[in-house]
C-alpha cells in the first residue's frame, strides 16, 4: 500500500483530499500521466519519460514556468516518494500532470499540477511471460491519428472500454484500431510483431501512444540484430506474424501467444529478451 502522495511539491497522507468537484482533469480528461518503474532506487528510462512528459505539457499548452516543473526536481520528488512509502527496490510509479479548476473557457490558470503515487512492484514483472497473451480487437471504437494521439492523456475513455470488453471476452489485452482500421496499439501496451527476421511496429502517424519501451526498443534493437520498422499495420499483418509481442515501461516485453485464430512462437523474441534483461 502506498502511505503516502505527493501533491504538488507537498508529501501528504495518501488518503488526503486534494481535487475538487470544480476540476478540470475531472471534467475533461484536461491533463497528462506516465506510469514509471523505479529499481534499485533509479527511475528506469527516465529521461524518455520526462522528455514525453514535457513535450506533452507544451503541446497542451500549460505554462512552463512552475518552479518544480522541470526533468530533475520531477525525478527528484519521484524518487523521494518511493523512498517514504519504503518503495525503492522496486516501483510503480504514477506521475499526474493536470490543470487546475475552472469551465471549459474560463480555467484559472494554465499552471501544471501534478500527483505523484508510488507502489510496490513484483521484481519479477519485466520476465518473460511463459504463458502467452491472448489478445483480439476491440470493436466498438476507433482512435484519431490527430496531433494528440501520441499523448498519455487523461482522457483514457476508448482504453478503458476496451480493457473492460478485454476482460467481458476472456481476453488479456485488446488492440485498438485507428480510424484507417490499422492497428494502434493495445490497453496498457505498444504492439511489435516480427516476420522473416524483422520486427515491426506501428508509425506514431498511425495514432498509438508514443510508449517510452517502443522507443527504446527502436533504438536498441537494430545494434542487437534486429532491424525495426515502423509501418502501417493491418490486421492481416498480424494474422501473418511469425511472432508478436506487447510493450510497455512496466512490464517490458510480454510474448503474445494468439490474435483470433492466428497463434505464434516466441523463439526470437525469447532471444531478444535475453540479451536486454537487465535493462528493462
Request: charged share 20%; hydrophobic share 40%; glycine share 8%.
Amino acid at each position: 500500500m502506498s502511505s503516502f502522495i505527493n501533491f504538488n511539491g507537498e508529501i501528504l497522507p495518501s488518503n488526503t483530499n486534494v481535487l475538487t468537484a470544480d476540476n478540470r482533469s475531472f471534467r475533461y480528461g484536461d491533463g497528462l500521466f506516465e506510469t514509471i518503474k523505479v529499481a534499485d532506487g533509479r527511475i528506469l528510462l527516465g529521461s524518455y519519460h520526462f522528455e514525453r512528459l514535457l513535450a506533452g505539457v507544451r503541446l497542451l499548452q500549460f505554462e512552463e514556468n512552475a518552479p518544480l516543473f522541470t526533468a530533475e526536481k520531477l525525478g527528484q520528488q519521484v524518487l523521494e516518494l518511493c523512498k517514504r512509502n519504503d518503495h525503492t527496490a522496486f516501483a510503480r510509479v504514477r506521475l499526474v500532470v493536470f490543470r487546475g479548476n475552472g469551465g471549459l473557457y474560463d480555467p484559472i490558470d494554465h499552471l501544471p499540477n501534478f500527483i505523484i503515487q508510488s507502489w510496490s512492484l513484483d521484481p519479477g514483472s519485466s520476465e518473460l511471460n511463459e504463458e502467452g497473451l491472448v489478445i483480439d480487437v476491440f470493436p466498438h471504437g476507433r482512435k484519431s491519428c490527430d496531433a494528440y494521439a501520441n499523448l498519455k492523456s487523461n482522457n483514457y475513455l476508448l482504453y478503458v472500454m476496451a480493457a473492460l470488453y478485454a476482460r467481458q471476452n476472456q481476453l488479456n489485452d485488446c488492440l485498438v484500431l485507428n480510424n484507417y482500421d490499422r492497428v494502434a496499439d493495445s490497453t496498457i501496451a505498444n504492439l511489435f510483431y516480427c516476420k522473416q527476421g524483422q520486427v515491426y511496429t506501428p508509425s506514431l502517424a498511425e495514432g498509438c501512444v508514443a510508449g517510452v519501451m517502443r522507443r527504446y526498443l527502436i533504438a536498441t534493437l537494430p545494434g542487437i540484430g534486429y532491424p525495426v520498422q515502423e509501418k502501417a499495420t493491418t490486421r492481416e499483418d498480424l494474422e501473418s506474424a511469425d511472432e508478436v509481442f506487447l510493450t510497455n515501461a512496466l512490464k517490458g516485453i510480454k510474448w503474445v501467444k494468439s490474435f483470433g485464430a492466428a497463434t505464434y512462437g516466441c523463439r526470437q523474441i525469447t532471444a531478444l529478451h535475453q540479451q536486454l534483461s537487465g535493462n528493462i
